[in-house]
C-alpha cells in the first residue's frame, strides 16, 4: 500500500527505512520518492518522523548490543 507523507528531509533514497506516525501508534516504512503531484501533497496529512539509521542497527547487532 501506498502512502503519503510530508517531509522536509531532502536526502531520502528510495528503498530507506523510515519512521511514520500511523492512527494509533508509529510504523515502519519504505521511502519511495519525493512527489509533487498535487493529489499525494493533499493526500498526506502526518509527517516521516525519522530516517532509521540502518547500518548503526546492524552494528549494534553484530557486537551484541
Known amino acids: ?3 503519503s507523507y510530508f517531509t522536509d528531509m531532502e536526502d ?3 528503498g ?3 519512521v511514520v506516525p500511523t492512527n494509533d501508534f508509529y ?3 519504505i521511502f519511495s520518492r519525493y512527489s509533487t ?3 499525494h501533497i493533499k493526500n498526506a496529512s502526518k509527517r516521516i518522523v525519522e530516517k532509521v539509521d540502518i547500518e548503526a542497527f546492524e552494528n549494534k ?3 551484541g548490543l
Open 1 to 3: 500500500m501506498e502512502y
Open 12 to 14: 531520502l533514497k528510495e
Open 16 to 18: 530507506d527505512v523510515v
Open 27 to 29: 510504523s515502519i516504512a
Open 37 to 39: 503531484n498535487k493529489q
Open 61 to 63: 547487532l553484530f557486537l
